[in-house]
């Protein structure tokens, strides 16, 4: 292991840097783009066309999410398929479930790994587009839970001229200004420039909440020739927030003697230090090709994390209808991550096949210096809530050293014969170590996990635009941190294995696709506490998640924007010793389905105009092992928008009817979602 990461790091040092994805245009190429959804082209590792990619793929682009005001990638996702998003409220950190599986540890941005603990929100504004490959997807990106992978893509610099400013202001002392400037630095546009600027400030529907958040993201672009492209980036990102805190079981899903909790109970002290996270990312993507048929592509990022401030933990145990325990930590961490991605692929044909051969080796090291100082606070009554008692310092609760590198090598190969029929199988050999030091406790803890992952696929094109696929596909993910197994080794990887058939659809003019696919998720090996022996672990764990999904997105005529999904999935714990057998997995609904759609006003008279209706379905979902049930809710949003020619102004009206819902729980607390946010946004293109 320690030779093959030598080897690895002395790759990185030599190689050249990479591109990854293709830049979004200016704002007038994304308005005058019919598909929005459809025209991807390179997904996540694959530089392959999405209508011949035979696995369940949804990609927004930019000007879908703008749409819609989205002001965090959990907004983006709530019009996905299969994705249940903003599971804590608003925490601060990204959480969704992907096919039920929680996959917010399992971020990537520019198809290398974001900080494995999704302490951490990348902003909106500085993205192209978001990528939502569904199902385990471990050849390609490494240790990840099966659920699937959410890639962001970055806006990057190219030779096109972007001059774009907004200001938004909204309910809840919503603020946000943006500005979006680049382009050629040169005559001949072989150099360019690129600045994505945010600045945001937001109070939230829980009283004493809210956050204020610095961007910037430039970028600066080389292209010498067709054949080599170097984008060099940096990433800086400042938030200062209020954490939003889960409020009772009691008059929330269960019935109280005192009465329901209202929305914007706020179960923290408003006098307490706002939590702040700062983050530095700088890296580059680098692409050359040596020839028609063989292309190098390399791609590196580091960054810094640091998290410090306090976190409060509420309701405790021993709550009560009128008085709710508390306390929480003053939390440091430092937090560091050096990704590396490097691919030779190699496109060539024999007769009527084109093979398209892929090897690729990519390197993660991660560490984490973290810990936390305990503090006590009074309890609360939620109906008669007094604040500004002083917190009680408890001394030291925690304080660790972690450590992880993961060293993988991986091949992806495909075909395609007689311009019908696509062939794909892939393989990975992974490495992974992970150490652990608790401080307090003066003891290190270290564990190497190695796996094999496999992918397979068959896909049929037709020139109707029907393209039926069946596919197979592996994940694994370490655990580490658990008690010893009975005969005293760590606990392997859990193991992700699916089957799914699909079937995709494009129209002939390729504005408007849709997808559909049935599939069935097993995860094995997942560690429980051995009850016969305390202190170690059995690998009795299982689950299954079992689904259909349909989605359609693009065109349909000359005045329709849509795009629509639905999804069920019957998410069940097979095997366990917490008592769950049988259950379905926590805050997985078993049906859900969203639609936005976008009427252009110039196909109806209503020139440089467009309006658009979202709507937004959960079902029931169970919030915790007392088998609490969450409330389906539907919920709408809508917004208009005109165009005045170099500027615009849009209102969006987010929960438009004010529905009370819940977007996730746990064992003790339940998460409000946001109330009716009403934003006015001007903009100006220059």
Known sequence: MKDVK??????????VPTALQAQEGSKADQDNAADIVVTATAIAKLDVPLAETPQNITVIMQDAFERQNATSVEEILRYVPSVQAELAGRSGFDEFLVRGFNQSRYQFR?????DPSYLQQQEPGGLASIEVVKGPASVLFGQIAPGGVVNMTSRVASPERVA???????????????????GALNESGTLSARAPIVYASRGDTQDFVGAERIFVAPSVTWQPSDATKLTLLALYQRDDYDR???????????????????RSLFLGEPDLDR????????????SHRFSDAIQFRSRLRYSDLSIEGPIVQAPRGGSTPTSITRRGFDYIGDRKMLSTDNQLEAVFGTGNIEHRVMIGIDYQ????????????????????PVYGIAPVPLGPFFSADVALKQVGLYAQYRAKIAERFIVVAGVRQSDSDTSSTDVLAGTTRTQ??????FNAAVMYVSDAGFSPYLSYSQSFEPQFGFDPLTNGQTPPPSQGEQIEAGLRWQSSDKRLSAQAAIFQIDQTNIVNGDPANPGFSVLIGAQRHKGAEIELSGRIGEALIVQAGYTYLDAKVRASNNGDVGLTSL????????????????AVGLQRSEGSIGVRHVGERRANDALDILPAFTVFDAAVRHDFGPFEAALNVKNLFDETYFTGGDFRAVFFGERRQVQLTLRAGF
Request: zero cysteines; charged letters at 20%.
């Open 244 to 262: 939003t805190i889960g409020v009772p079981l009691l008059g929330t899903l269960q019935p109280s003697a005192a009465g329901p909790i209202r």
């Open 110 to 114: 520019d198809g290398l790994r974001l």
């Open 164 to 182: 774009d400013f907004t200001a938004t202001i909204g309910t809840d002392d919503f603020y946000r200004l943006t500005a979006d400037i680049g």
């Open 587 to 602: 805050n997985v609904p078993k049906n859900s389905a969203s639609m936005f759609l976008t009427l252009l006003g110039d």
């Open 365 to 384: 090291d991660f560490t984490d210096r973290n810990s936390g100082e305990l503090f006590g606070l009074a309890p609360i009554n939620p109906n008669a």
């Open 448 to 453: 190497d996990d190695s796996d094999t992952s």
């Open 275 to 286: 939590l702040t996270s700062e983050q530095v990312q700088i890296g580059y993507q680098f």
């Open 6 to 15: 030598k080897i690895i790091l002395a790759a990185v040092i030599s190689a």
